[in-house]
């Protein structure tokens, strides 16, 4: 039987270097050789660039933390958030002083300052936003610094919240890394023994558990580790491809 991958994006497949050899050629041949290689990233579908697409060249792309899940050009599931709701969440800012992108399938923006995507995609109300772009369809939220206990509160009657030591992201209740897997793995029919789940931070940790085989990253905490059925090498290092190469295709050779 073939395996299905789910893949990480950042800290798993590229770093800030960019991507190892080792781990393009892998996740390449693991392909010729009929196994299926997700993306499944906390990254809105529009801040996956084409660099990362054609160096993965993926089955499918799960991302926004769940909410968007494509197999090939087939949507299987796709869900935004509301404008009462992300009015909530531009008032939520203006009261923390907290910058914020609203990370669409599109296009994604910042609001309450500038962040990494410029000031050409800044903007100023909600108004604003659907005026210059009107297929934004917003999926999830981040903000550019860790929120506090009281912050987190307010938004956890709408989001499941992971709050990371420089950010958080959010993302509507119901949607997550794990349930998307599960779902593309009942689409295509594959035994959960052959799902492999490869990550290295705790927006990974559910799609971890629920994979058949947890791989985690050599650059990921030592209290993730401790939950893993392998743990490869660091991300810089090709940590990627080592483990397709070790839990895939030298086993593929075995048999």
């Given at each position: 039987m073939k395996y299905l991958i789910f893949l990480d994006i950042d800290g798993t497949v590229m770093s800030s270097?960019?991507?190892?050899?080792?781990t393009v050629?892998?996740?390449?041949?693991a392909r010729e050789k009929g196994h299926m290689v997700f993306i499944n990233t906390g990254r809105a579908n529009s801040t996956i660039y084409e660099h990362i697409r054609a160096a993965v060249n993926p089955d499918g792309i799960i991302s926004s933390l769940g909410s968007l899940v494509r197999i090939g050009d087939e949507t299987l599931y796709?869900?935004?958030?509301?404008?009462e709701i992300i009015r909530?969440?531009?008032?939520?800012?203006?009261?923390?002083?907290?910058?914020v992108t609203l990370g669409g399938e599109n296009y994604s923006v910042s609001?309450?300052?500038l962040c990494f995507l410029g000031k050409d995609y800044e903007i100023f109300s909600i108004e604003d936003m659907y005026?210059?772009?009107?297929?934004?369809?917003?999926?999830?939220?981040?903000f550019e610094r860790q929120l506090t206990d009281e912050e987190v509160s307010e938004l956890t009657g709408y989001f499941t919240v992971y709050n990371h030591k420089t950010y958080a992201e959010v993302t509507l209740i119901g949607n997550s890394k794990a349930v998307a897997m599960e779902m593309v793995r009942k689409k295509l029919g594959v035994d959960i023994s052959h799902v492999i789940a490869m990550g290295d931070s705790d927006n990974d940790a559910e799609m971890l558990e629920a994979a058949g085989i947890s791989v985690v990253m050599g650059n990921a905490p030592d209290y993730m580790k401790e939950k893993a059925d392998f743990v490869t090498l660091d991300c810089d290092e090709g940590g990627v491809g080592y483990a397709i190469e070790k839990l895939v295709?030298?086993?593929e050779d075995d048999e």
């Open positions: 270097k960019g991507f190892h050899k080792r050629e892998a996740i390449a041949k796709a869900t935004y958030i509301s404008d909530y969440v531009m008032a939520f800012c203006e009261r923390h002083s907290v910058r609001y309450c300052g005026n210059r772009f009107p297929n934004i369809k917003v999926a999830k939220f981040s295709l030298e086993k």
